[in-house]
């Protein structure tokens, strides 16, 4: 069964950091993309930061760049895989849901996805709030 738990959410004053992970299990994800969405009230679902399989290429959202920073870690035995979001600089503005996902398929492609419909699994979010 295939698992992505999501933690580190919490409510923080304008300026502070926080340090997002989400934990995958149930398959060899090894070889998948993984990324963070996040979805406001009121909004829609919107890209925030995504890292290949290799862990060498990373892309961000217009809005969190030089701010945000996505990393992933790998269990020995390869069960797990960790990937984390680690938010500097956090403004009211990114008071969302914050999701994680992997990619639809472990493509292995040097770079990794950005669209939504490139993930097919997903975590059942954790939330943000950033007071001003």
């Known amino acids: 069964q295939v698992q992505l738990v999501e933690s580190g959410g919490g409510l923080v004053q304008a300026g502070d950091s926080l340090r997002l992970s989400c934990e995958a299990s149930?398959?060899?994800?090894?070889?998948?993309?993984m990324g963070w969405f996040r979805q406001a009230p009121g909004k829609e679902r919107e890209f925030v930061a995504a890292?290949?399989?290799?862990?060498?290429?990373?892309?961000?959202?217009?809005s969190v760049k030089g701010r945000f920073t996505i990393s992933r870690d790998i269990s020995r035995d390869n069960s797990k895989r960790t990937v984390y979001l680690q938010m500097n600089s956090l403004k009211p503005e990114d008071t969302a849901i914050y999701f994680c996902?992997?990619?639809?398929?472990?493509?292995?492609?040097?770079?990794?996805?950005?669209?939504?419909?490139?993930?097919?699994?997903w975590g059942q979010g954790t939330q943000v709030t950033v007071s001003s």
């Open positions: 890292v290949n399989w290799r862990g060498s290429i990373t892309y961000y959202g217009e």
């Open positions: 996902a992997t990619e639809i398929a472990a493509t292995m492609a040097a770079s990794p996805p950005r669209r939504q419909n490139e993930y097919g699994y």
């Open positions: 149930g398959l060899t994800f090894t070889y998948y993309a």
